[in-house]
């Protein structure tokens, strides 16, 4: 894999709701702190809810034409540059809290913190908790239908 850069930016794409093929970056990159729905099941079918996730990040990216700013944390056990990243346009939206919010993602492994931002696991968490009140995205299904 070599050296982990410390920050990158350039054009992506959604391989899942988690995960980034970067165009010129081998690696893929896994988005810090959060999980979503595995877009295949264990017979290799789409699911909904992972095809829904990937959806919504797809959505996220265009609004900055699928250009995005990163800094890497470390690489997982499966070689994935794991990153925060935002979008790189004028709100510079962080992808991983986006997703969170739109109920299509939960806050995972944030016991892991940031050294650049200290506050973002409590951020993660915090829209999470809103996301499940207001009952976002998934978390009809996840929690079930009342």
């Not at 920050?7 to 979503?36: C, E, F, H, M, S």
């Not at 990163?70 to 986006?98: E, N, P, W, Y």
């Not at 913190?113 to 207001?134: G, I, V």
Request: glycine share 10%.
């Amino acid at each position: 894999m070599g050296a982990l850069a410390a920050n990158w930016n350039g054009q992506v794409y959604a391989i899942d709701g988690n995960t980034l093929a970067a165009v010129g970056l081998k690696p893929r990159l896994r988005l810090w702190g959060i999980q979503t729905p595995e877009l295949r099941d264990g017979a290799k079918a789409e699911t909904v809810a992972g095809m829904r996730a990937r959806a919504t990040l797809e959505d996220l990216l265009e609004q900055a034409g699928h250009k995005v700013k990163c800094r890497a944390l470390k690489f997982d056990r499966d070689c994935h540059m794991v990153a925060q990243c935002t979008l790189d346009d004028a709100q510079a939206g962080d992808i991983g809290s986006g997703l969170i919010a739109a109920g299509m993602a939960y806050g995972f492994n944030l016991d892991e913190a940031l050294p650049w931002e200290s506050r973002a696991s409590q951020r993660y968490a915090t829209a999470e908790a809103e996301a499940r009140k207001q009952r976002r995205g998934l978390w009809k299904d996840w929690l079930g239908e009342r």
